[in-house]
Each structure stands twice: as C-alpha cells, then as structure tokens.
C-alpha cells in the first residue's frame, strides 16, 4: 500500500491515546493508586540514586521523548479498536526497572498536565499501571525468560517480545481490577474486555518493543550491555 | 555513530516520529473501546483546564500540523524533565557515595 493510499484511508484526525480520565474512578481507588504509585516512585528515586550513572541519563531522556511520540500513534487493530504503545517494557530492559519507573512517570504525567490525556485524579493510576506495573513486569518478565535461554546476559529479542506483550496484558487486568472495584463496570465483565483488546495489542506493542531495540543494538550496543549489567 | 551525538540522534528520531501522527489511527483505544461497549464512556470528565487538548496545539488552522507541533512540544518538554530529573536524581546520589 503506498502512503498516498494510506492517507485516503485514514482520515487526518488527533490521536486519541486515551489513558483513565476522572470519572472512570472511585475516589477511593483513585487515592489508593495515588498512594502505591508514589510509595513506588519514592522507591525508585532511592534505588536510581544509588545505581543511576550520569552517563546514563541522556539515554533516559531520549527513550522519554521516544515513548511520549511514540503513544501518540495508534495502530488499529481488529474490530474499529486501535491500541499505542505503553513502552514500560522498552524503557525497563534498557535502563533497568526503576529508572525505567522515572523515565514512564515522567511521560504519563507530561500526558496529563500539559494533554490533558488522562485524567489528575486518576494520574496516579495511570502512573501505578502504565509506570509501574508495566515497566516491572516488562523487566523482571525479560529477566526470568532470557535465563531460560541461556545462562550469558545478553540481549534476546524474542523474550523481549514475550516480556512487552505481558506487560500490556498485566496493565489492562490491573485496568479492569481498578475500574471493577471503583463500581464503573463489574470486574467479570471489564477483566475479559480488557483483557482481549489487549491481547491484541500485546502484540504491536511487542514488534515496536523488538524494532526499537533491535535499531539501539545496531546503532549502540554498549548501551544495551552497560544498562544490563548496572542492574 | 559518536557517543556523544548519539543522544541528539536519537531526540531527533523521536521528533520524527511525531511527524507521523496525524497518520495515527481514530479509531477508540482499548480503554475507550471498552468504556464505549460497556457504556460507561460517560462518565469520563473533561479537564479543569487545557493546554494542548488531545495534542493538538490550538491556534493552528491545519489540525495536522497542529498535532505534529503539539507532539514535538510534548517531546521536547519530556526529555527535559527527563534529563533535569535524572541529573539532579544521579548527582545527589553521588555526593552522596563521597561525603
């Protein structure tokens, strides 16, 4: 298909990356995520602290950058549905989990504050899933694959592939759990919705996940190898 | 590639991207699909206030523009915060490792 065609078929309209908006939530749910995300991001200044090299923190901010433009295109998928990257994964296997929590809180609070993609109450539900839960089982997930793969610690793409697409799965069932206990929709209905949607999208998420580190592997290998070994 | 070029390379690649984003898809996401299909979409509450809506930068006539400025913005403001924050995380911790 050629871009002209492409541009026929899709008409010219925003990006509509939507993350949890205000209403979708309890107040309650709202403020207990709150809670986690910022116990978890107080964990994760102090463990960076300790481990974070200067050398380091361009890479933080170009893979930032990369995400934030990256969550603004969404590729259908089946069904009317389109799905974004999350990029917790990507972010977490090369810089590791915790810088990886910084590096995704800081893209989903610019969404909110300067977007106005997802709701400030809801923030810190959108930090707990797409910053915290995502970019830790995107991690420790890539972690326990690849040593089923061999003993070396060195970058597999296709455990990458396997650790991005759980990390989605995780983030929406985290999602629907929020949404069924806040009273939105009853979990035995949200769980399964969610769950297969993002089963789907899983999937892109897991190609952009493996392209982009495939493309940093090529282009700078030390990065990918001296991030592994600083975590 | 130079180290030292490489994260200007890669700024520029994220700014590129955005370039693509009024090719990006209309269709609802999952969260939306489901909120949609379940009925409870309504629920959800417009912002107290807007600064770029749904990355679109107002003020620009052309809405492709408008989005591919809104997001190049957004890249910009996000590896800066990213960048200022992870230096002032990485030097506070090692003044640390040397008093």
């Known amino acids: ?231 | 590639m130079s180290k030292k070029s490489w994260w200007i390379i890669g700024l520029i690649i994220a700014l590129a991207v955005t370039l693509l984003s009024p090719l990006a898809s209309p269709w609802p996401d999952g969260l939306e699909r489901v909120a949609e299909d379940q009925g409870f979409i309504a629920l959800a509450q417009g912002s107290l206030y807007e600064v770029i809506p749904d990355y679109v930068l107002p003020l620009v006539a052309n809405e492709a523009v408008a989005t591919i400025l809104g997001g190049m913005i957004g890249v910009l403001v996000v590896f800066g915060l990213t960048v200022g924050a992870g230096y002032m995380i990485s030097r506070r911790g090692a003044e640390q490792k040397t008093s």
């Open chain 1, 1 to 231: 298909m050629t871009i002209a065609n492409f541009l026929l078929l899709v008409p010219l309209l925003s990006p509509k990356t939507i993350h949890i908006p205000d209403g979708f939530l309890s107040l309650g749910t709202a403020l207990a995520a709150w809670l986690l995300a910022i116990v978890a991001l107080a964990y994760a200044v102090a463990r960076t602290n300790r481990e974070l090299g200067e050398k380091q923190v361009p890479l933080m901010g170009v893979m930032a950058a990369f995400v934030f433009a990256a969550q603004m295109l969404n590729f259908p998928v089946a069904g009317g549905t389109s799905g974004h990257l999350i990029g917790g994964a990507l972010v977490a296997i090369l810089l590791g989990p915790w810088a990886g929590v910084l590096v995704m809180t800081a893209v989903v609070a610019v969404q909110a504050l300067l977007f106005q993609d997802g709701g400030l109450l809801a923030l810190g539900a959108n930090i707990l899933n797409m910053g915290v839960i995502a970019s830790l089982v995107g991690y420790y997930l890539y972690i326990a694959i690849q040593k089923l793969w061999s003993k070396r610690p060195r970058l597999n793409l296709a455990s990458a592939f396997a650790a991005a697409w759980c990390s989605v799965f995780v983030t929406s069932v985290a999602c629907a759990v929020q949404l069924g206990v806040s009273g939105t929709s009853p979990i035995q209905v949200a769980l399964p919705a969610m769950a297969t949607v993002h089963a789907l999208i899983g999937l892109g998420e897991g190609a952009i996940t493996v392209a982009a580190l495939a493309f940093i592997t090529a282009t700078r290998p030390d990065l990918v190898a001296s991030s592994r070994a600083a975590s």
